[in-house]
């Protein structure tokens, strides 16, 4: 549940109480069941007094608390080191702590309880674990309702198959060894469980993108099961294993040790999570330094990786790919660090030779984030997002497909926040006349499907305008707002040569990215070290994905 705000929509809390009662539904009987113990279920000295054990015995229901009580003690063990104040920094980055972690400890009550009691191991844990958004009191009784419907489900799909008659080693009449696991044969009721506690999942997960977070119902569960199949099948192999052990003459202690090397492997997670954390506070400070030298188009930046990240939600793009989009919003003119602060922040109208440098822009940001490895796409919508869909943009003059998906989606929640925000030389334009703009230029600068997807986007979250600088002081003269304009993004067009034209209907198509006239002397420029304008009668030739200056591998 990612929700923009703190309050959790009434569709989604719903959502949630419909799934809190149907957890309750299948965890309630586990206090009324009838007498059972399974043969090796109940640690040595737990058992209590009359009870008999073996092979069919029958106990009282005391005899299932044991396993419950450990296991659930376990889990919640498991999930909660985050938490502890006491231990604090020494644990807080190294631990793992996301969630999934230690499935193997559900899917093996799934594997050795009835379903009722199986899903009451999951509840403490998920109730004590550690919540990054809040409200944390909702979404940990949502997680808690969530696992205790997988893991009855992986618990009926698993007794469905004769899976505690495989563990005892009495599924097959001819078995060579009863009371010894029956394999290979137990490993497919333990494949139905892990499917099963997949399917529940992801299932609810969808649920829950569509009520909260507002996705598309046709979107909202793309690539949720397929991702989930691997690493929940490799969490059934470790619950069997535990089962086995825990059934086994070294008792519930001896199956400890399987989460061993599943900690281990959860402690690596961290520590990518830790790097990638790193990252982003790059990012950040990458982002702070553009705001910080271009004082008029602060927050921006911020914005446009929102907006991208809008768009990418409605193209039904994958979680991973979102991410990359939403990072090459907010890096796209992180360039400007490398134009002279006194172009960026000049307030007469900039000359052609100020313009070509502001224009470099997208190479020199390319170049400062070429040694990212993990930004991948991001790194060519930084350098393409001012081409133009009819090839007039620069710096290289794609044109159609030829212009990267990331870079196009960029250009237009570009355009869009420019034209919206408010700043200290014009105010805002409203959200219906930038969409009627985006829409007027699409198939010509801008690509038609991001527009449209943006203003899906639009309709389902809304849009908030904010001002980017200060508005004190005197206002500044038209031409330098049209030209700083054209220096942060595709918001104020150059004016038409026709003088009756209503400067409200110009159109954002000339500052987003269509060539300037050709200087004089193009040796002049050189002279200079600025490179000459494209004249339009030019042939245009498509440079290599990474661009003439890249270095192989560049991205």
Same mark, same amino acid.
Request: charged residues 15%; hydrophobic residues 45%.
């Given at each position: 549940?990612?929700?923009?705000?703190?309050?959790?929509?009434?569709?989604?809390?719903?959502?949630?109480?419909?799934?809190?009662?149907?957890?309750?539904?299948?965890?309630?009987?586990?206090?009324? #069941? +009838?007498?059972?113990?399974?043969?090796?279920?109940?640690?040595?000295? @737990?058992?209590?007094?009359?009870? =008999? !054990?073996?092979?069919?015995?029958?106990?009282?229901?005391?005899?299932?608390?044991?396993?419950?009580?450990?296991?659930?003690?376990?889990?919640?063990?498991?999930?909660?080191?985050? &938490?502890?104040?006491?231990?604090?920094?020494?644990?807080?980055?190294?631990?793992? /702590?996301?969630?999934?972690?230690?499935?193997?400890?559900?899917?093996?009550?799934?594997?050795?309880?009835?379903?009722?009691?199986?899903?009451?191991?999951?509840?403490?844990?998920?109730?004590?674990?550690?919540?990054? =958004?809040?409200?944390?009191? /909702?979404?940990?009784?949502?997680?808690?309702?969530?696992?205790?419907?997988?893991?009855?489900?992986?618990?009926?799909?698993?007794?469905?198959?004769?899976?505690?008659?495989?563990?005892?080693?009495?599924?097959?009449?001819?078995?060579?060894?009863?009371?010894?696991?029956?394999?290979?044969?137990?490993?497919?009721?333990?494949?139905?469980?892990? #499917?099963?506690?997949?399917?529940?999942?992801?299932?609810?997960?969808?649920? *829950?993108?569509? !009520?909260?977070?507002?996705?598309?119902?046709? !979107?909202?569960?793309?690539?949720?099961?397929?991702?989930?199949?691997?690493?929940?099948?490799?969490?059934?192999?470790?619950?069997?294993?535990?089962?086995? @052990?825990?059934?086994?003459?070294?008792? +519930?202690?001896?199956?400890?040790?399987?989460?061993?090397?599943?900690? *281990?492997?959860?402690?690596?997670?961290?520590?990518?999570?830790?790097?990638?954390?790193?990252?982003?506070?790059?990012?950040?400070?990458? $982002?702070?330094? $553009?705001?910080?030298?271009?004082?008029?188009?602060?927050?921006?930046?911020?914005?446009?990786? =929102?907006?991208?990240?809008?768009?990418?939600?409605?193209?039904?793009?994958?979680?991973?790919?979102?991410?990359?989009?939403?990072?090459?919003?907010?890096?796209?003119?992180?360039?400007?660090?490398?134009?002279?602060?006194?172009?960026?922040?000049?307030?007469?109208?900039?000359?052609?030779? %100020?313009?070509?440098?502001?224009?470099?822009?997208?190479?020199?940001?390319?170049?400062?984030? &070429?040694?990212?490895?993990?930004?991948?796409?991001? =790194?060519?919508?930084?350098?393409?997002?001012? %081409?133009?869909?009819?090839?007039?943009?620069? +710096?290289?003059?794609?044109?159609?497909?030829?212009?990267?998906?990331?870079a196009r989606v960029v250009a237009v929640a570009d355009a869009f926040d420019a034209m919206t925000s408010t700043r200290s030389y014009r105010r805002a334009r409203p959200v219906p006349t930038a969409v009627a703009e985006l829409r007027r230029c699409a198939g010509t600068q801008f690509d038609p499907r991001m527009v449209r997807a943006l203003v899906r986007a639009l309709e389902r979250y809304g849009w908030q305008t904010a001002v980017t600088s200060d508005e004190a002081g005197a206002a500044t003269e038209a031409g330098a707002a049209q030209t700083r304009d054209a220096a942060a993004g595709p918001a104020v067009p150059q004016p038409s040569p026709d003088p009756s034209r209503d400067p409200s209907r110009e159109t954002p198509a000339v500052a987003a990215g269509a060539p300037l006239p050709a200087p004089a002397s193009d040796a002049a420029a050189a002279r200079k070290n600025v490179p000459p304008a494209r004249r339009p009668d030019a042939p245009r030739t498509t440079p290599p994905p990474g661009g003439p200056t890249a270095p192989d591998g560049a991205g």
């Amino acid at each position: 549940m990612r929700s923009g705000a703190n309050t959790i929509p009434g569709a989604a809390r719903a959502y949630i109480g419909c799934a809190v009662l149907g957890a309750l539904v299948c965890v309630l009987p586990a206090f009324a #069941l +009838p007498g059972l113990a399974l043969p090796g279920l109940v640690p040595p000295g @737990l058992t209590p007094p009359g009870s =008999r !054990t073996g092979p069919g015995a029958v106990a009282g229901p005391d005899s299932l608390w044991p396993a419950v009580l450990l296991l659930g003690a376990l889990y919640a063990l498991c999930e909660t080191p985050a &938490r502890c104040r006491l231990l604090g920094r020494s644990v807080r980055g190294s631990v793992p /702590v996301a969630a999934g972690s230690f499935f193997p400890v559900l899917l093996t009550a799934a594997f050795l309880l009835p379903p009722a009691a199986a899903a009451l191991v999951a509840v403490p844990g998920a109730l004590a674990g550690q919540v990054a =958004r809040r409200p944390a009191g /909702v979404r940990r009784v949502w997680r808690a309702a969530q696992l205790a419907l997988a893991t009855w489900a992986a618990a009926q799909a698993h007794r469905l198959l004769g899976g505690p008659a495989a563990l005892g080693g009495t599924a097959h009449p001819g078995h060579a060894t009863p009371g010894v696991p029956d394999f290979p044969y137990a490993l497919l009721p333990a494949g139905a469980g892990a #499917l099963a506690f997949c399917l529940v999942l992801s299932a609810l997960d969808g649920g *829950i993108f569509v !009520t909260a977070e507002r996705r598309p119902v046709r !979107t909202a569960w793309r690539g949720l099961l397929p991702r989930s199949l691997a690493p929940y099948g490799a969490h059934a192999l470790a619950g069997l294993m535990m089962a086995v @052990l825990w059934r086994s003459p070294y008792g +519930p202690l001896s199956a400890l040790f399987v989460l061993l090397p599943m900690y *281990i492997s959860c402690w690596v997670f961290a520590q990518y999570h830790r790097e990638r954390a790193a990252h982003q506070a790059t990012i950040r400070a990458l $982002v702070h330094a $553009v705001d910080l030298k271009d004082q008029y188009t602060r927050g921006h930046s911020e914005r446009v990786g =929102r907006a991208s990240a809008m768009i990418a939600g409605e193209l039904g793009m994958a979680d991973e790919r979102l991410e990359v989009l939403r990072f090459a919003g907010i890096l796209h003119d992180v360039g400007k660090l490398g134009v002279p602060t006194r172009v960026l922040r000049k307030d007469g109208p900039l000359t052609p030779e %100020e313009r070509r440098v502001i224009e470099l822009h997208p190479e020199y940001g390319h170049e400062i984030v &070429r040694g990212i490895d993990f930004l991948g796409e991001a =790194r060519l919508a930084i350098l393409h997002h001012h %081409e133009r869909l009819d090839g007039s943009g620069y +710096p290289y003059g794609l044109a159609g497909a030829e212009i990267p998906e990331f870079a196009r989606v960029v250009a237009v929640a570009d355009a869009f926040d420019a034209m919206t925000s408010t700043r200290s030389y014009r105010r805002a334009r409203p959200v219906p006349t930038a969409v009627a703009e985006l829409r007027r230029c699409a198939g010509t600068q801008f690509d038609p499907r991001m527009v449209r997807a943006l203003v899906r986007a639009l309709e389902r979250y809304g849009w908030q305008t904010a001002v980017t600088s200060d508005e004190a002081g005197a206002a500044t003269e038209a031409g330098a707002a049209q030209t700083r304009d054209a220096a942060a993004g595709p918001a104020v067009p150059q004016p038409s040569p026709d003088p009756s034209r209503d400067p409200s209907r110009e159109t954002p198509a000339v500052a987003a990215g269509a060539p300037l006239p050709a200087p004089a002397s193009d040796a002049a420029a050189a002279r200079k070290n600025v490179p000459p304008a494209r004249r339009p009668d030019a042939p245009r030739t498509t440079p290599p994905p990474g661009g003439p200056t890249a270095p192989d591998g560049a991205g």
